[in-house]
């Protein structure tokens, strides 16, 4: 059983991905960070960056003690390994995948998120950052693009967690819509993975887990997003 610390954002989709797609038993934490739920101690204690999403293997393959793992990425190669799918076995097509895994971890997510945040949350409009970070994204998106010319998915031929690490990621700000119009390979890549039997499951947990997603953030939620320094308490 693996229980999955969770809200509904980017990075808690590419895990409700894979377990889909592996048919893993696993059970759903609820983590309300706009509540401040991920900084509660039972919380830091398997994720002490106070971020989700978080795991815990209650029946990890060494049949020790439960494996805890938080960071999106880690998790996803975690799992991959647990059930040996996902992640090419061959030199090259390990090598590939992780190196996609981790230009998302490092590029495509944070400064997709920065986008989001000067032009969805942000309390005033900074030009600046605003062109700062639209030409960004709109760069990594065209580095995508031309990798997955020639090729079903990131890495090649098969579907791996390099591309549930990046498929979330891509214009998740509905009133902050990027312009897809000039990567094709791209959104025939995403509009392929959205046809996915799993990953229209992983999607569908997310109104189940929080009603209000459609809603607009409040500023309680904004102050625990994006207020918070060294906690010291």
């Known amino acids: 059983m693996i229980d ?60 020790g003690a439960p494996v805890s793992v938080f960071e999106s990425g880690a998790i996803l190669l975690y799992l991959a390994e647990k059930t040996g799918r996902f992640l090419p076995a061959d030199l090259r097509g390990r090598a ?22 000067f032009n969805v949350y942000a309390p005033e409009k900074i030009p600046y950052a605003i062109d700062r970070y639209t030409r960004e994204v709109e760069r990594l998106l065209s580095v995508l693009d031309r990798r997955l010319a020639g ?5 090649g031929d098969a579907y791996t967690i390099a591309d549930m690490a990046a498929y979330p990621w891509i214009n998740p700000y509905t009133s902050a ?43 309680e939620a904004k102050a625990q997003l994006f207020g918070q320094g060294a906690r010291r308490d």
């Open 4 to 63: 999955l610390h969770y809200w509904p954002t980017p990075n808690g989709h590419k895990v409700t991905l894979l377990l889909e797609e592996a048919g893993l038993e696993y059970r759903i934490v609820p983590v309300d960070i706009g509540k401040g739920a991920q900084f509660a101690p039972d919380f830091l204690a398997i994720s002490p960056n106070n971020k989700m999403p978080a795991i815990v293997d209650t029946a990890p393959a060494d049949g």
């Open 96 to 117: 590939a995948t992780l190196e996609w895994l981790f230009w998302q971890m490092g590029g495509l997510g944070p400064m997709t998120g920065q986008y989001g945040h």
């Open 151 to 155: 090729r079903a998915f990131i890495a």
């Open 177 to 219: 819509p990027v312009d897809l119009a000039p990567f094709a390979e791209l959104r025939r890549w995403q509009a392929a993975i959205a046809a996915r039997p799993a990953t229209q499951r992983a999607y569908a947990l997310a109104a189940q887990v929080n009603p209000d997603l459609d809603k607009p953030m409040s500023d």
